[in-house]
């Protein structure tokens, strides 16, 4: 019998030459697998802010060369008589304030201070502004990131909707503003996915090794020095 000492290398060991050969070969695989997660989360957002909004985009494609969608449409057809999909100005910032604000924000919250009563109940009063909002921070829909790109266009308009440039807004274009940055939002992630400095960083954390020349030990590595 005989018995063979193969040398085998974890990624941060073989040489600068050899890691690029392998990230360019790894490069696709890799951002597929760390994406898996991201694209939950972004359909998780996307389900959600379509079901507080009632709209959606009739189509869309992302990916890592780029993303485009379709028309923003609604199922909910009018507000207050009037076609909701070009609702602009104060009606539709009534409509905001009225039908979807309500789901994303809470008036501050304000309590007494508490005393124990003859009994020995300890009581306080408290109640929510319906004048003052607390802030727009945080991530409402899911408590992931994504919240937060798809919503910040709609806070912008209900902060500035007053304004000149804002009042010629329809609702269709606050919606597309949205989904136009949720969607280049996901579109970057691809992107970074698929660098050269995550793809190195992912197979650095891999419990993977390689020979000298770059190609992969395929088999069963029963320790390592």
Same mark, same amino acid.
């Given at each position: 019998?005989?018995?063979?000492?193969?040398?085998?290398?974890?990624?941060?060991?073989?040489?600068?030459?050899?890691?690029?050969?392998?990230?360019?070969?790894?490069?696709?695989?890799?951002?597929?697998?760390?994406?898996?997660?991201?694209?939950?989360?972004?359909?998780?957002?996307?389900?959600?802010?379509?079901?507080?909004?009632?709209?959606?985009?009739?189509?869309?494609?992302?990916?890592?060369? %780029?993303?485009?969608?379709?028309?923003?449409?609604?199922? &909910?057809?009018?507000? +207050?008589? =009037? @076609?909701?999909?070009? *609702?602009? !100005?104060?009606?539709?910032?009534?409509?905001?304030?009225?039908?979807?604000?309500?789901?994303?924000?809470?008036?501050?919250?304000?309590?007494?201070?508490?005393?124990?009563?003859?009994? %020995?109940?300890?009581?306080?009063?408290?109640?929510?502004? &319906?004048?003052?909002? +607390?802030? =727009? @921070?945080?991530?409402? *829909?899911? !408590?992931?990131?994504?919240?937060?790109?798809?919503?910040?266009?709609?806070?912008?308009?209900?902060?500035?909707?007053?304004?000149?440039?804002?009042?010629?807004?329809?609702?269709?274009?606050?919606?597309?503003?949205?989904?136009?940055?949720?969607?280049?939002?996901?579109?970057?992630?691809?992107?970074?996915?698929?660098?050269?400095?995550?793809?190195?960083?992912?197979?650095?954390?891999?419990?993977?090794?390689?020979?000298?020349?770059?190609?992969?030990?395929?088999?069963?590595?029963?320790?390592?020095?």
């Amino acid at each position: 019998m005989k018995e063979l000492t193969i040398k085998v290398y974890s990624f941060d060991e073989l040489s600068k030459e050899v890691q690029d050969k392998i990230i360019e070969r790894e490069r696709w695989d890799v951002m597929d697998n760390a994406m898996e997660c991201s694209i939950m989360e972004f359909d998780d957002t996307l389900k959600e802010f379509e079901r507080i909004t009632d709209s959606r985009v009739t189509c869309y494609d992302v990916g890592y060369c %780029g993303y485009n969608f379709g028309r923003v449409c609604s199922d &909910k057809l009018a507000f +207050e008589g =009037f @076609d909701l999909e070009d *609702l602009s !100005g104060k009606l539709l910032f009534r409509y905001i304030s009225n039908e979807i604000m309500p789901y994303l924000i809470r008036g501050k919250y304000y309590s007494t201070c508490g005393k124990y009563d003859k009994n %020995g109940k300890y009581t306080y009063k408290s109640r929510r502004s &319906k004048v003052l909002m +607390e802030s =727009f @921070d945080g991530c409402p *829909l899911t !408590g992931v990131c994504y919240d937060c790109d798809v919503l910040e266009p709609l806070f912008d308009y209900y902060r500035n909707w007053a304004r000149p440039e804002y009042r010629s807004l329809t609702f269709r274009d606050v919606m597309e503003r949205c989904y136009d940055s949720l969607f280049n939002t996901l579109y970057k992630e691809y992107e970074y996915r698929a660098s050269d400095e995550s793809v190195r960083e992912e197979l650095s954390v891999r419990e993977d090794y390689y020979y000298e020349d770059g190609t992969k030990c395929e088999g069963y590595i029963y320790s390592a020095a």
